[in-house]
């Protein structure tokens, strides 16, 4: 984790929040390269869940509602984790990461013994909208992104004239006052979630939940994370809502362990039947076949974006041997990205910066692939160190335009390019013509 930790920061992909000022634990921001990462999985994700499908839509809700959404779902008096306090260090704790000795509790900090009792400590941000600050303006930043779907439920249906099952998405930001962030990005106090609210008849809800989980398992794969590093976890009944029929945890294989990057549950009707109950407007499906109403069950497969980045970057990083300038071995770090995800597409090099048409060819080069793809120009150092910078960030392939792309040595490879691959480290001519199309196979 530190390699990758210092790698991230180095490169330009996550940082400390409010650095400068000595930081904010839990909280990060995504620099230029992270950006562009977060936002390729945000994409992707939308792509495979509401584009192409006919049986989704999306929306975006506010972060701020109102209170009574939260009371309503049993936030308010429920979305607690046990917490306990040192009495020695003085650190506040999950309940579960108190070393349990023997039957003695011990502090995973300094190892003292003297600990509170475990209380229930609400993760709910609050806050208060507009000029008064008392607890008739109170509300909270919203936990998770799934409650604006269900409260807007029937306002969706209406507008989009969908029949069950479908499922409405919603890619956002969260916020959890957790009481011990770590693991670097992996338990934040703000974070986005990209969760899916799928709605369905009582009887096709376990279906359903096989159904998402299975199609959730295809889509780390298709961004490039083995299957061999992902774990199904069913969670049982004493861990799960009340509320809640089954549940699947879907868990990737981190540095620091296996650990949990999305849930799959299967909510039954609570969520619609409790905002009904609470707002007194009807959350109710009305079958056409049938002529019944009734409130439809719901299957969630939410999340997180920022694990998932986590999870890309923990999977791409890799050392391995290629040659230097010299042809000597040297250590080379390489994040290998499927290029779908990866945050540039294509390093464009001109073999020399101080010749006037290998820059001009370069520079139309990128003007070409601009419109497609996310590209960087880069002409300062040797070749084999260009290289090197793109594989450290894993941008897929590099394009050299060199002598014989001018038809210098040789006229039939004029407007030819050498494409390489940051994998392979394989290079191959390609006619400047085909380059988008050739690219565009495996980032699309
Ligand atoms: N609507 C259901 C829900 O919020 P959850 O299991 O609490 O369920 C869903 O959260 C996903 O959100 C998790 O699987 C995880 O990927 C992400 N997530 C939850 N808490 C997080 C945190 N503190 N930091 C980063 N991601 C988090």
């Known amino acids: 984790m530190e390699k990758i930790v210092s790698l991230c920061k180095r490169r330009g992909f996550i940082f400390q929040s409010s650095e400068i000022y000595g930081g904010l634990n839990g909280l990060w921001d995504y620099g230029p390269l992270g950006v562009e990462l977060k936002r390729n999985l945000k994409n992707y994700w939308w792509r495979v869940m509401v584009h192409e499908r006919d049986d989704v839509v999306g929306m975006d809700g506010s972060i701020l509602m109102n209170r009574a959404v939260w009371k309503a779902s049993g936030h ?117 979630q990209m969760e899916l609210e799928y709605f369905c008849r009582a009887e096709e809800g376990m279906r ?21 590093k992902l774990h199904v976890r069913e969670v049982p009944e004493e861990e799960r809502a009340f509320y809640s029929k089954a549940n699947y945890d879907i868990e990737y294989d981190f540095p620091f362990g296996l650990q949990e990057l999305e849930g799959v549950a299967y909510r039954t009707d609570y969520d619609l039947s409790q905002h009904q109950k609470a707002s007194g407007k009807s959350l109710e499906y009305f079958d056409e076949e049938t002529k019944q109403k009734f409130i439809p069950h719901v299957v969630e497969p939410s999340a997180g974006v920022d694990r998932t980045v986590l999870a890309l970057i923990c999977e791409a990083y890799a050392e391995d041997q290629a040659p230097d300038e010299k042809r000597k071995m040297e250590t080379r770090v390489v994040l290998r990205f499927h290029p779908r995800m990866a945050p540039i597409k294509c390093g464009i090099f001109p073999l020399l910066k101080n010749n006037a048409q290998l820059v001009e060819k370069a520079k139309e080069i990128v003007d070409l692939l601009r419109p497609h793809m996310y590209v960087f120009y880069d002409e300062s150092g040797a070749i084999g160190r260009r290289y090197r910078r793109q594989d450290e960030i894993g941008t897929p392939f590099g394009v050299t335009v060199d002598f014989e792309t001018l038809g210098e040595k040789d006229a039939t490879l004029r407007n030819t390019v050498t494409l390489r691959d940051r994998d392979s480290m394989k290079q191959r001519r390609v006619a400047i013509g085909e380059l988008a199309g050739t690219l565009l196979a495996d980032i699309t």
Not at 94 to 119: M, S, W, Y
């Open 76 to 192: 308010e008096e429920t979305f607690s984790d046990p917490m306990v306090d040192c009495r020695s260090c003085k650190a506040r704790l999950r309940a579960d990461q108190v070393i349990d000795k023997k039957g003695v509790r011990q502090c995973p900090n300094c190892g003292g013994k003297d600990l509170t009792e475990p209380r229930a400590f609400n993760l709910m941000f609050k806050t208060y909208v507009g000029a008064t600050e008392d607890e008739s303006s109170m509300t909270y930043l919203r936990p998770e992104t799934a409650q604006a779907i269900f409260v807007q439920f029937k306002t969706v249906l209406e507008v989009s004239r969908k029949k069950l099952p479908f499922g409405i998405a919603q890619v956002g930001k969260a916020f959890r006052n957790e009481i011990n962030p770590r693991n670097f990005t992996f338990r934040s106090r703000e974070f986005e």
């Open 208 to 228: 359903l939940l096989d159904y998402w989980l299975k199609e959730r398992l295809k889509f780390y794969e298709r961004i490039g994370i083995s299957r061999g």
